[in-house]
């Protein structure tokens, strides 16, 4: 299949309507607005102010994007393809940031993957978990992986479907996995859909990560990575512990 026909991964492209920015054009002034509003939104569901991590998803903006948001005092950093993010992780080398993979895991990427991310978003497969964790046990370093789940089951959409969890995770608990630290689960809600939809998205995947901890005796499976630029707060109401966010920071992407 030519690659223009495939099906957009999660079923938007990079081109979203922008989001509204609020009114500053300074970086650091919309990081703390952001982070200010993370922190009340996690206070508001009952946690910490730092109960919830911000992933700044970088994106199609430059290393120089990244060393001005760094140099605000953001740590977590996500991309989405192997090859923008390693020249961009190269290129911040001697600074302590952490890097988030969020796109789909292609076999001949795996490598590079566990080399230079510390997190992964998007496990969806015992094919790629086994690839991931030989070349991260083979690097000495152990990668941080939530699986991706397709809670609407929507076909454009990558991930498992909540009814295919269980099975993975007694294969997965079945092995020894040298070079993953399995630590929770990861969604993407329907873009622009209605809160209640939305709400209901994340709240099926609190409840699906509950059921696995319980069912599988799972133990450092607490992580949530939901919400995004227009639904982050919902998100957080819901229970998100990491929120991933590109176009509220960095502004519309130019792809
Ligand atoms: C691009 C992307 C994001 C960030 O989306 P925004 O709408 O720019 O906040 C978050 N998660 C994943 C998996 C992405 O691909």
Redesign the pocket.
């Known amino acids: 299949m030519h690659a223009a026909s495939m099906p957009e991964?999660?079923g938007f492209g990079?081109a979203?309507t922008p989001?509204k920015l609020p009114p500053m054009d300074d970086l650091c002034e919309r990081y703390t607005h952001i982070t200010t509003r993370i922190a009340n939104a996690a206070r508001e569901s009952g946690r910490p102010a730092g109960a919830v991590r911000l992933v700044a998803?970088s994106?199609t903006h430059t290393a120089q994007a990244v060393a001005q948001l760094a140099a605000c005092g953001q740590r977590h950093f996500?991309e989405?393809r192997v090859q923008e993010g390693v020249p961009k992780i190269a290129a911040m080398q001697d600074t302590a940031l952490e890097w988030h993979f969020?796109?789909p895991v292609q076999r001949n990427k795996a490598r590079l993957i566990a080399a230079h991310f510390h997190w992964l978003?998007?496990l969806e497969s015992l094919d790629a978990a086994k690839t991931l964790s030989r070349h991260a046990a083979a690097a000495g370093t152990r990668l941080r992986a939530l699986i991706e789940i397709n809670v609407t089951c929507d076909p454009r959409k990558h991930g498992l479907a909540p009814a295919a969890l269980p099975a993975f995770l007694e294969a997965y608990c079945a092995q020894s996995w040298p070079g993953l630290a399995l630590c929770g689960l990861m969604t993407?809600a329907a873009h622009g859909g209605p809160e209640t939809a939305v709400r209901q998205t994340f709240a099926q995947l609190r409840e699906l990560a509950a059921d696995s901890r319980r069912a599988f005796g799972l133990t450092d499976f607490d992580e949530l990575s939901m919400g995004?630029?227009?639904d982050y707060h919902w998100a957080i109401a819901e229970g998100a512990t990491i929120v991933?966010?590109?176009?509220?920071l960095f502004g519309a992407?130019a792809r």
Not at 244 to 248: D, E, F, L
């Open positions: 991964r999660h990079y979203l989001v998803v994106k996500g989405s969020l796109g978003h998007s993407i995004m630029s227009d991933r966010i590109g176009r509220a992407r």
